[in-house]
């Protein structure tokens, strides 16, 4: 008998600390990226993945062998090759004579594909051909978007893939220093696309806020769009998807001034005035006989709790 | 006046000596400092970028780069470590999760009923005192099956059972099968949280089954003859079990149709009460023309009888010749 659907388990700590690893996680790490080619490559492709994968380099996995795979053709090879190494995002280079120079960069959601576009590079220069101190390793670079990346569905895919490709990890503490590398994505008027790399040196400006110039430190490449697979909008929507967990429960009744003062509004029940204690005189002192009908009544009360009839017509009784 | 030249004088020397932390943009930039994103949506200069690419781009990134870094160096610092730090807020680009949300594992069978009975876990101790062996003894794993053979190292054979047979053995039996239904219903658990079909495992050890179970396994069983159970006697009082068609040859299954919905419910009995309601004799041509005929025939036939015979016999023509054609038109058939 075939297996219908095979469950792993783990037989190992070790085994188990993996699986657990890769089981669906409500705060997801860096994406990891694979990078490697097809049949045949260029020398300017491979430099070029060999480039993106060193400025990716802590959450990237570089293959450095031939792949039988077409992508556009069939997307499996692909996927069975980032659920292999756990990485939903990957870069393929390839070259042919119908398309000299390509690359494909593309994206998977829950170990399938969910979009890809295809590029043609147009001129390249590396990181080797710049002179001068490269970004320390795994620094979270600032990415700037020129021109117009709206135009088309196209152009806003790669925007998300490229943001989703360089940012990094979300941090929430961010080291001053560590703000060294800039990388610019800009859509040229012929619809071209340019890939500019560069270190950021802080210089004084006399105020709290340095002068920033930049240096190039390559790599330097120019595009043009290809082929693309885009996703459906119900799957975007589904791997856009917030957690319920993380998502902001807004405290009612709370806000903030101008002056960074907390206010808030809050609701007291029914205010009792007759049981306010108001100021004492001695026209409203309570009577010896008074106090003493009282105590009997509160006896009384006491002894006949399950009789609350009772009690009632005593008090009125009391009162006439 | 000194004073405020003499300041005037220095600021102006100090924006000399720097370079200016300012720039003008005619659309104001998208930012998401979270994520240190700057989208700039202003209109390239294509003349510069003719002139010189690489020197247009550098100074468009630098300009952009400076005013994402302005807004970052307004975020409120901390010091950590001897190192300036700043709190970056939540960012706003909404990018693709790389697996979906995580799903709340699913209850096993055991823990949804326990969920609804309210029952709880009692933790035991995994040591207890045992009175006939005068000692700590574990409840389950290392040294507890060695402490059983201690204490159970004889068996009373019970009273109508076979002497010969090895309690010893049928104990060790009764095990084997409590664990590896225990198995059966891990993997059965396992497949419903995946959402597997799975065959049907069958019957089990009738020691361990269902009486449900029994009962389908004992309709099943009178089923599989080769005349489908037809010539196998039923035990009194015997119930078919319910459910089981797929897999009883010969058992036909009793076809549901499918819900109507409430609309069309409703159309269909007013188109019943309205046909009630709204009846009209029904008028059925055909019948009605032979019934005429046939009235008009008796009436004929009853004249004919009540005529005297041998009266005046008028057209009576002999030998009934066949009208001829195109000899005028009120005698003779029709044709077509």
Known sequence: MSVIKRVVKATTRKGKKVLTSREPQLVEGPKRAAFFWGR???????????????????????????????????????????????????????????????????????????DMVELGIDTYEGLKDFAGAKVTLGVKPCLIFNGPWDQSDELKQLKSIF???????????????????????????????????????????????????????????????????????????????????????????????????????????????????????????????????????KQQEKSTTNNVQKTKKMRIEIVE | MDIVAEVLKKSAETAEKYKPITVTKHLDLEYDVGSLLAVDKNELDTKAINKNKNDYLLSLTRDNVQLLLNKVW????????????????????VLPRSKPVPRPKPLTKWQQFALEKGIKKKKKPKLSWDERLKKW??????????????????????????PFEDQ????????????????????????????IKIPRTGLLNPDVSSSKDLQAAVTVARSSTASLGKFQDKLPKEKEARGISAITPGASRKRKLPPVPATQEKEENLAVLNSILNKK???????????????????????????????????????????????????GRKRR
């Not at chain 1, 039988?68 to 499996?76: C, D, M, R």
């Open chain 2, 137 to 162: 003894v574990p409840l389950y794993g290392f040294k507890r099956s060695i402490a059983e053979k201690e204490k159970d190292w004889v068996i009373e054979v019970p009273q109508n059972a076979d």
């Open chain 1, 163 to 297: 943001v989703d490709l360089f940012h990094k990890e979300h941090v929430e503490q961010l080291s001053l220093q560590g703000l060294e590398h800039a990388i610019s994505f800009t859509v040229t008027p012929e619809g071209k696309i340019a890939v500019r790399s560069y270190k950021v040196l802080l210089k004084k400006s006399g105020l709290r806020t340095p002068r920033i110039e930049l240096e190039e430190i390559g790599p330097r490449f120019d595009m043009s769009l290809r082929r693309s697979k885009l996703p459906s909008e119900d799957l975007m929507k589904q791997a856009c998807k917030k957690p319920k967990e993380l998502k902001v429960i807004k405290k009612k009744n709370i806000d903030k001034d101008a002056l960074g003062n907390t206010k808030g509004r809050i609701h007291i029940g029914k205010q009792e005035i007759y049981k306010i204690q108001t100021r004492k005189m001695k026209g409203l002192k309570k009577t010896a006989r008074e106090k003493k009908m009282e105590q009997l009544l």
């Open chain 2, 168 to 195: 010893f053995e049928k104990r060790k039996i009764a095990k084997q099968e409590r664990v590896a239904k225990n198995e059966l219903q891990r993997l059965h658990n396992i497949a419903k949280a995946q959402n």
């Open chain 2, 74 to 93: 307004d975020l409120p610092t901390e010091r950590v470590d001897e190192t300036v730090v700043v709190r970056l807020p939540p960012s706003t680009f």
């Open chain 2, 281 to 331: 004799p029904k008028l059925d041509i055909e019948k009605a023309v032979n019934r005429q005929i046939n009235q008009e025939e008796t009436e004929r036939s009853t004249e004919k009888k009540t005529r005297k015979p041998g009266g005046n016999k008028i057209n009576k023509s002999k030998g009934g010749k066949k009208p001829k054609s195109g000899k005028g038109k009120s005698a």
């Open chain 1, 40 to 114: 045949k490559t260029s020398e300017l492709v491979r430099n070029l993945l060999k480039d993106l994968y060193v400025l990716k380099k802590p959450d990237a996995i570089f293959l450095n062998k031939k792949n039988n795979i077409t992508v556009f053709e069939n997307v499996t090879p692909v996927e069975a090759i980032c659920k292999k190494y756990e990485t939903p995002l990957f870069a393929m280079g390839s070259h042919s004579k119908k398309r000299p120079n390509n690359v494909v960069f593309g994206r998977m959601f829950n170990y399938s594909l969910l």
